[in-house]
């Protein structure tokens, strides 16, 4: 009786750890398993979990960062952010070439609000750690707001960006 016990103890042990081993084999490129960090923005796309997070990756791997913020009750949000996600290219190139970071809050860098605090607003950071305030959408009153018929403007935006500021680093 006590042999049993201890084998199915024993069988119990060996499943419950290799059940709770992450995946070795994640692929680089192909179909990703979805992460919360992109909140529907992406789901097949690295995203950096903080500000800082997003600076050292941009900095160490030489490529522009991309920071949205939103609000998940705004439609505005929600309109774009269905046009982000359906963007085949768009998300081929920001897999590609770019450090992406979506906020729903906003940082202590004043530098990512230019012209005010509102959503959905997408800034442009060079890996010298200089915000792109030059990279702006259509609208003179909300400078770096893009809507679901601006993704072509987006894209340009986003050529821009790739086209760094200072390439010595």
Not at 48 to 73: C, G
Not at 89 to 95: F, K, T
Request: charged share 25%.
């Amino acid at each position: 009786m006590t042999k049993v016990i201890l084998l199915l103890l024993l069988v119990l042990v060996a499943l419950c750890s290799t059940l709770g081993k992450p995946e070795k084999n994640m692929p680089k490129r192909g179909k990703r398993i979805p992460q919360t960090l992109s909140r529907g923005w992406g789901d097949q796309l690295i995203w950096a979990q903080t500000y800082e997070e997003a600076l050292y990756w941009s900095r160490s791997k030489n490529k522009p960062l991309m920071v949205i913020f939103h609000l998940e009750d705004c439609p505005h949000s929600a309109s774009m952010k269905k046009a982000f996600a359906e963007n085949k290219e768009m998300q081929r190139i920001l897999d590609e070439d770019f450090i992406i970071l979506n906020l729903m809050y906003e940082t202590t860098d004043k530098h990512l609000s230019p012209d005010g605090q509102y959503v959905p607003r997408f800034l442009f950071v060079d890996p010298s750690m200089t915000v792109r305030a030059d990279i702006v959408g259509r609208y003179s009153n909300r400078m770096y707001a893009y809507e679901p018929a601006d993704m072509k403007i987006l894209l340009e935006s986003m050529a821009m960006a790739k086209k760094l500021l200072k390439t010595e680093l």
